[in-house]
């Protein structure tokens, strides 16, 4: 079975420019979860999203945005970006959510310029 | 407000020896806990899960301990290997979602 991935692995942007990463979970999963990591504040939670709804969301600004797509896809957007927006964006799927573990893609590298 | 912790950075242990990787959490309410290791430029991988309902959870070399009532985990690695070595994360949920929070990891070193 393939694992979660995430596309594309790394990306350079400019301040002010925004980004759209993209997810394509484990078949058959059907919550996706986002997550950033940085250096200083570890893995932290963006959102969630099953059955191309968002049931939960981070403390992040509304320039970070998702979606979920019908065949479970999900893709992240961060507009205006700002050079702290540098990080690793994890995508995790996991069955249906409570009680199962999150399988990680690879992430994509961000960095902001 | 850091409400899942790991307090040591680093560890360093032998080959063959046992790894025992510590986390505090502060929430009554999360009662479900996960152990991930991650290596470099990879996403964090799933190791093993306990449920507030047990007390420990054995998946091979690995067990994870939980002691609801000093809020406390551990994970076990015997025999531990130098191919383990990487940072482990453990993680928390509770309530009705699968939002996840993190510890700040672990980074084990395993020497040869």
């Known amino acids: 079975k393939a694992g979660v991935t995430q596309t594309p692995r790394y990306l350079i942007k400019t301040r002010g420019q925004q980004v759209t990463l993209s997810c394509s979970p484990i078949s058959g999963h059907r919550s996706v979860s986002w997550y950033q990591q940085t250096p200083g504040q570890g893995l932290q939670f963006l959102f969630e999203?099953?059955?191309?709804?968002?049931?939960n969301k981070g403390n992040f600004p509304g320039r970070f945005s998702g979606r979920q797509f019908s065949n479970s896809r999900s893709e992240m957007n961060v507009s205006t970006l700002e050079l702290g927006d540098s990080a690793l964006y994890l995508c995790a799927s996991s069955p249906r959510g409570r009680d199962s573990p999150l399988h990680f893609g690879n992430g994509t590298r961000l960095t902001v310029t | 407000d850091q409400q899942v912790k790991q307090n040591s950075p680093s560890l360093s242990v032998q080959e063959g020896r046992i790894s025992i990787l510590n986390c505090d959490y502060t929430n009554s309410m999360f009662d479900y806990f996960l152990w991930y290791k991650k290596y470099p430029a990879e996403g964090p991988t799933f190791l093993i899960s306990?449920?507030?309902?047990?007390d420990k959870n054995e998946d091979g070399r690995f067990t994870v301990f939980l002691n609801k009532s000093a809020k406390h985990l551990s994970l076990h690695i015997v025999p531990s290997q130098p191919g383990d070595s990487a940072v482990y994360f453990c993680?928390?949920?509770?309530?009705?979602?699968?939002?996840?929070?993190f510890g700040t990891g672990t980074l084990l070193a395993v020497q040869p």
């Open positions: 993680a928390a949920h509770g309530g009705a979602t699968n939002k996840l929070i």
């Open positions: 999203y099953f059955s191309e709804t968002q049931r």
């Open positions: 306990i449920s507030s309902i047990k």
